[in-house]
């Protein structure tokens, strides 16, 4: 287990289970990275800038004298969205990806089982050594794109729940006199 800390056994280690895959596990990867460079610049948002963008809403609230009309109405209306805009970014894109993962480990499946039915047309046999290759390629594709789903659908549920309760906390201050 320890050798897996050394970076050249960890990417010869990645580039076996790579080929194990085969091509749709190379693509569940890129989405991977992806779909997590996007959950990580939201965590980043939600610990550091979030506090930011309320305050922003309620500096330019607090600037206005009128609240009354229905242009102030506007205004509020207007920081209010620009708020939930800024909390929910990416939000959409991420849960695009959750969505996808599954479909292309289920291609992954697609792919692996052709392999098993071509080495059994062109040997003639349904020897299972020769098949191995063709099933962890159907398998281990879905797999991880339900892992790769499901790590991405944790977080997507969290922002969107952040996201409410921040459009709400900037509702409740910008109040109308």
């Known amino acids: 287990m320890l050798q897996y800390l050394n970076p050249s056994s960890a990417y010869e280690a990645l580039l076996e289970f790579l080929a194990a895959g085969g091509n749709v596990l ?5 989405v991977a990275f992806f779909m997590w460079a996007l959950i990580i610049e939201r965590i ?6 979030k506090d930011g963008v309320i305050k922003r809403a309620k500096r330019a609230w607090a600037a206005r004298t009128d609240h009354k009309s229905w242009y102030a109405h506007a205004i509020r209306d207007r920081l209010i969205s620009e708020a939930k805009q800024e909390t929910e970014r990416f939000n959409g894109i991420i849960r695009a990806l959750v969505a996808v993962t599954p479909l292309l480990g289920l291609l992954g499946t697609v792919t692996g089982m052709v392999e098993v039915f071509d080495i059994m047309a062109v040997t003639g046999s349904s020897n299972a050594r020769l098949m191995a290759g063709g ?3 159907a398998t281990i594709p879905t797999m991880a794109g339900l892992v790769v789903s499901l790590s991405g659908l944790i977080f997507i549920n ?3 729940r952040f996201a409410k309760k921040a459009e709400h906390e900037v509702s409740d201050e910008l109040l109308i006199e």
């Not at 190379?26 to 890129?30: H, P, Q, S």
């Not at 980043?44 to 800038?49: D, L, P, Q």
């Open 44 to 49: 980043i948002f939600w610990t550091t800038a």
């Open 158 to 160: 969290a922002f969107e």
């Open 26 to 30: 190379v693509v569940i990867m890129f």
């Open 135 to 137: 099933i962890s390629k």
